[in-house]
């Protein structure tokens, strides 16, 4: 029996590996491991044309999709001008995304969003982000050290039952953060299943009428 293949989509950034300065198609090994520790085998994704235009040609390789973190999202995605700070989208990447959600979730193959991914999945269903939580929660809890998780602990909520609890197997998660971003207004068919345990910022989002979509911030 073939072991899961879960497609990881990448990050498309400018990078320094050795004497070189190039951009590249990269995913952190964190995410791999993961899979990998499940039994999955990891298929990176890197922005594509032709499959930006038809998705099926990449999701058919494919038993899960993840939404990887990283940069914001286009703001023009939904709806909206650039906050001053917004800032480092790749239209690649974001047209890549965005047309793999979408069809995704028409396939309902199973999709975890992690971080940007949660955002990206709320877009994809035309929701809505807050560009800039401190302006609008007053605090910085959400990224409080930049670059490093280290000091960015803050307690989740979950909701009883629903897949993010099962996952996290309790109901009250302990969780490391470092956004700047949030789901504002929530996309079709998904609901609200994590919730930052200061703010009551959406922090889990998922489709109950899905096999498995879950968004975790």
């Not at 964190?30 to 032709?50: E, K, N, S, T």
């Not at 609890?165 to 490391?176: D, F, I, M, N, S």
């Not at 919730?195 to 498995?212: Q, T």
């Amino acid at each position: 029996m073939r072991p899961a293949t879960i497609g990881i989509c990448t990050s498309l950034e400018p990078i320094r590996f050795g004497l070189w300065h190039e951009v590249a198609a990269f995913s952190p090994y964190a995410y791999v491991q993961a899979v990998q520790r499940a039994g999955g085998l990891a298929l990176l994704l890197a922005p594509d044309p032709r499959a930006t235009a038809e998705p099926d040609v990449l999701l058919d390789l494919l038993d899960g999709l993840v939404l990887a973190g990283g940069v914001d999202v286009d703001p023009a995605a939904y709806g909206q001008e650039p906050h001053p700070s917004t800032a480092g989208w790749v239209p690649e990447r974001d047209a890549f995304e965005l047309a793999l959600t979408t069809r995704a979730l028409e396939r309902d193959l199973p999709l975890l969003g992690i971080c940007r991914g949660m955002q990206v999945l709320n877009v994809a269903r035309g929701g809505t982000l807050l560009q800039h939580l401190p302006d609008v929660v007053h605090h910085d809890d959400h990224r409080r050290v930049a670059g490093t998780f280290a000091g960015n602990d803050h307690d989740v909520r979950l909701a009883p039952g629903s897949l993010a609890e099962r996952a996290a197997g309790r109901a009250l998660h302990p969780t490391k953060s470092h956004h700047h971003q949030g789901v504002d207004v929530l996309g079709e068919g998904l609901t609200v299943t994590g919730w930052g345990a200061r703010d009551e910022l959406p922090e889990a989002v998922e489709d109950p009428g899905k096999r498995f979509v879950l968004g975790v911030q």
